[in-house]
């Protein structure tokens, strides 16, 4: 009798209550583009679409008892991480990402809040970029986190290209500096490689109040079809393609008083099943 698997994710990130970012979103992503979802959970958030009214971390010691529980048995085909908040977290999700060199690693550097408030110091993003840069595929930081990376606001295409240029020296395989917070009709994405290449993606702007969740979703997306085989390019230009469209089919969806989240399942597929060798 023949075995199968499906490509299997990991997320390593923070829980959000309300359920529209973090590790929710991510599972939602995964379920959504055919994929077998699992987490390592770094904290939880009291939140909602209005806003965090608290956070508790999760000990470092708990975490890596999570991804070696995952990782000992489920081997993942692809891994995303996003809030990682503090030294010691970072050093627990390097050390095991060292023991899997072979699996592809997406990370959003979560690092400041829609308000536009910091959300880790400057020591824990020193430690991201030294540590976990170099381990990682690909790392999608939009405008207010490339900002902290290169050390001043960006604002125009133009700066795009420059800083991330400069952020590709901080050990970076691959960037991913997204547009979205561009004042401006058409948004812009850059993705920059090893090679030095730059390729840019454009998409017209949607008019909502409902994006909450959408970096956590685009990262996750990219990680899922990587897993199903996309090469980077083409798991990015999926992914693009992916949450614009989550975002139009949820553009006029009432969820809670505030900002709402993407309609991951606007056309979910079938879990993927791989006949096993």
Known sequence: MKKYTYPAMLT?????????AGIQADIKTFAALGCYGMSAVTALTAQNTLGVSGIHSIPPDFVKAQLDAVLTDIKPHAI??????????????????????????????????????????????AELVSQ??????????????????????????????????EIMQQGCNALLLKGGHLQQQELTTLLFTENGKVTAFTSNKIETKNMHGSGCTLSSAIAAYIARGEDLHNAVALAQKYVHNAIYNGKDVVTGKGHGPLNHFYNPEKTIQHEME
């Open 132 to 165: 976990l840069f170099p381990l990682t595929t690909l790392i999608t930081p939009n405008l207010d986190e490339a900002s902290l990376l290169w050390g001043m606001p960006i604002t125009t295409v133009d700066q795009m290209h420059t800083a991330g240029q």
């Open 12 to 20: 390593i990130a923070g829980s959000d209550s309300g359920g529209g």
């Open 80 to 125: 995303k991480i996003g809030m990682v908040h503090s030294p010691e977290l970072v050093g627990v999700i390097a050390s095991a990402l060292k023991q899997y060199p072979d699996i592809p690693v997406i990370l959003d550097p979560v690092m400041v809040a829609t308000s536009g408030d910091r959300l880790i110091a400057q020591e824990t993003v």
